[in-house]
């Protein structure tokens, strides 16, 4: 067996001082980061905050006076005629429904972005030059198909989760005090179980799916045909893969623990620079204006910082991100026999060497 997924370290390593510091090129990392960012920082949580006060029915009798639209309270008087006489107005909740069909199509926008975002970044990392915009534009078929295949690989696993849920519907439908509460903590087991094991699936194809991306680009072939041949050299050679993602997750944890002491140096040392510029400013203000509520001149330079902050912090994963990916590249070329990536430290094929494969479609 091989030891590809040692060796492909070596080259990561020295690829990414040559793509990012000799020479150093301030835009190209500029560029870069914006990459990276569209590729997996745009994520937010959206929760929810809690209270502990809880309304009861003459609460929402008073908040929503004169109608019939109350959760949990229903008079015995309501009629449609009521409802369209009372002040609520249906054109609210239309608007509602389009702030959330909105939301839903930024998301998925944003998401294809994302995938878009996987080509340009092995592109930009193979050739050693960023052209995001003629990058994107290539790319935005292979992108909206490596969309759709997650997507369907996420209904699948909701699919798969649910009907291992499906045993413990009858547990849930019966009274609390006909509970089988053995049955039921196993039923509890059995789910986590599947989760755990749904979790580690997925991950498996993912990170097939992250090496047939660089072979779809190349091999010009679709992002299904491309996971075929991928999964094709699993099969054969899987302990190499294994040693792969062994060393790969190794490498994640020593980034993770070196980029959290960087970016927590970075923050600490910004951080004691801008209070001190920020207690100047206050000084100053207050020195022309005697109004107690002189410190909301200071908001703007705030948000200043702080994205001047996230900046700082989004040029500092640059390296991170490239090392990685220039990892996951070094060890395609040397564990798939063909995988015909250009670097631009590897000599041009020469005449005979046919790079073009068949164009096929997912």
Do not use: C
Not at 34 to 50: D, H, K, P, Q, R
Not at 94 to 108: D, K, P, S
Not at 118 to 129: G, T
Not at 221 to 226: D, M, R, T
Request: glycine residues 8%; without cysteine.
């Amino acid at each position: 067996m091989s030891w590809n997924g040692i060796d492909a370290v070596d080259k990561a390593v020295s690829r990414t001082k040559r793509a990012l510091f000799e020479p150093f090129d301030f835009w190209k990392w500029i560029k870069l980061a914006i990459i990276i960012l569209l590729l997996g920082g745009i994520t937010s949580n959206y929760g929810g905050s809690g209270t502990n006060y809880r309304m009861g029915s003459e609460d929402l009798k008073n908040t929503f006076p004169n109608t019939g639209l109350i959760p949990g309270y229903i008079p015995h008087d309501i009629s449609i005629e009521k409802i369209y006489s009372s002040g609520t107005s249906f054109a609210q909740y239309g608007l509602l429904i389009a702030a959330i069909a909105g939301l839903i199509l930024l998301v998925f926008f944003f998401y294809y972005i994302s995938n878009v975002m996987e080509f340009v970044f092995v592109e930009s990392l193979v050739r050693n030059e960023v052209k995001f915009w003629s990058s994107s534009q290539r790319f935005l078929g292979k992108g909206f198909y490596l969309m759709l295949v997650r997507l369907a690989l996420g209904i699948v696993f909701l699919v798969l989760l649910g009907i291992a849920a499906l045993p413990l519907i009858p547990s849930i439908l019966e009274r609390p005090s006909d509970f089988a509460w053995p049955a039921l903590l196993g039923g509890v087991f059995w789910i986590i179980g599947v989760i755990v094991v749904l979790i580690l699936l997925r991950a498996i194809i993912n990170s097939l799916l992250s090496l047939a991306i660089p072979l779809s680009i190349y091999r010009k072939v679709g992002i299904l045909s491309a996971f075929r041949l991928i999964f094709a050299n699993f099969r054969k050679s899987w302990q190499e893969v294994l040693v792969y993602w062994f060393i790969r997750f190794l490498l994640g944890i020593g980034i993770a623990i070196l980029s959290v002491i960087l970016f927590l140096v970075v923050l600490l040392v910004l951080g004691i620079v801008f209070l001190v510029i920020d207690g100047i400013l206050y000084f100053l203000f207050s020195s022309v204006i005697s109004d107690p509520l002189n410190w909301v001149l200071l908001i703007p330079f705030i948000v200043m910082e702080l994205f001047l902050l996230f900046g700082i912090m989004l040029l500092l994963s640059v390296p991170f991100a490239v090392f990685l990916k220039y990892y996951l590249l070094s060890f395609l070329e040397a564990w798939l026999v063909g995988a015909d990536i250009p670097f631009f430290d590897t000599p041009a094929p020469g005449p005979e060497t046919d790079l073009s494969g068949s164009e096929l479609n997912v």
